[in-house]
């Protein structure tokens, strides 16, 4: 890192579900010897052929219990790959199932219990609310502060994410998921848009879930932060591992502040946002919560070389 910057914090940041591919991670482990070490670990942790799962088509990928350790185990895979050519985090963060590799990138916990605990979060997620009676709903360029003034009148339906300006997603029981979408529409938001999803993620419906997750907490080991990570509950800096297993827990059922973390970030001097995972929904994201700010990504072999480079040239805010 004496080439880069030291003024300018960079920050990694992990995408949630639905960056999802078939193929993505299949280039580092054909060139990683270190990226191709994650994966086989993570199917031996597993008892899953990560390979199929993650590089070739099939239908599980998009399945919430299979989705999960699949996208943790592919950008912890890449992450290795990155921080080996030096480039380290000042800051990390991940969306929802992304905070797991945001913590074991800070040093907070193993990459295999990370994986471990995600594989059970996803089962858990996608089998505590009976399929049909949970909902999601996509709320486009409509203030925040409009939403929550009309969520306050629809019992049983609350914020699941704060993605960024313009894009707030809802949760709960799908029937009030479907009022509250009309009444958004009928208040002003240009467009609502349900999600196909398997249950009503981060709603109170799946307090029962984080309650579950604590028991598989209480046999996981973590360790002291290398730097700190925003986290998806409060938005606030977490220095101080010993907060992690209640705020993992409490993520399962509140509302993940990425837009407010994200402010957190920029707040706390990050210039260099890295975006490692499939897809650049967070690079998108970052375009309308604060345009200033440019977002590398790692989504391909080809992009360490990239990015490292346009780290070393200073490209940036």
């Known amino acids: ?31 990683s010897a270190s990226a191709r070490e994650i994966f086989e670990k993570a199917s031996k942790v597993l008892d899953l ?3 199929a799962l993650c590089f070739e088509e099939n239908d599980r990928l998009d399945l919430t219990e299979y989705t999960q350790a699949a996208m943790v ?16 985090p000042d800051l990390t963060a991940g969306l929802s199932l992304g905070e797991y590799a945001a913590i074991a990138a800070a040093g907070g916990m193993d990459d295999m219990d990370a994986v471990r605990l995600v594989r059970k979060r996803g089962i858990l997620m996608q089998d505590t609310v009976p399929a049909g009676e949970g909902g999601m709903c996509a709320v486009m360029a409509m203030d925040v502060e409009k939403i929550e003034e ?19 997603v809802i949760t709960g029981k799908k029937g009030a998921v479907e009022n509250a979408a009309a009444k958004l529409k009928e208040a002003g938001a240009r467009r609502t848009m349900m999600l196909n999803v398997s249950g009503p993620f ?16 209480e046999h996981t ?18 220095g101080d591992i010993a907060k992690t297993k209640g705020l993992l827990v409490r993520q399962m059922s509140s509302p993940v502040r990425w837009m407010q973390s994200m402010e957190t970030m920029i707040a706390d001097g990050v210039k260099q946002f890295i975006e490692i995972g499939p897809g650049k929904t967070l690079a998108g994201f970052m375009k309308k919560i604060d345009p200033r700010y440019k977002v590398h990504n790692i989504a391909v072999w080809e992009d360490i070389e990239k990015v490292t480079a346009a780290l070393k040239g200073g490209e940036g805010c």
Do not use: W
């Open 1 to 31: 890192m004496s080439e880069l910057d030291k003024m300018s914090k960079i920050a990694f940041i992990y995408p949630g579900q639905g960056a999802q591919k078939a193929g993505m991670g299949a280039d580092f482990y054909e060139n």
């Open 49 to 51: 052929d990560m390979k």
């Open 73 to 88: 185990t592919t950008c912890l895979a890449m992450t290795k790959v990155l921080t080996e050519t030096g480039v380290e």
């Open 150 to 168: 009309v969520l306050e009148d629809i019992p049983d339906v609350g914020i699941a994410n704060y993605n960024c300006p313009g894009q707030i």
């Open 202 to 217: 981060h709603s109170p419906l799946l307090v029962p879930a984080g309650e579950e997750l604590a028991r598989e907490l």
């Open 221 to 238: 080991d973590l360790h002291p932060l290398r730097v700190p990570y925003v986290t998806n509950v409060t938005a606030e800096k977490v």
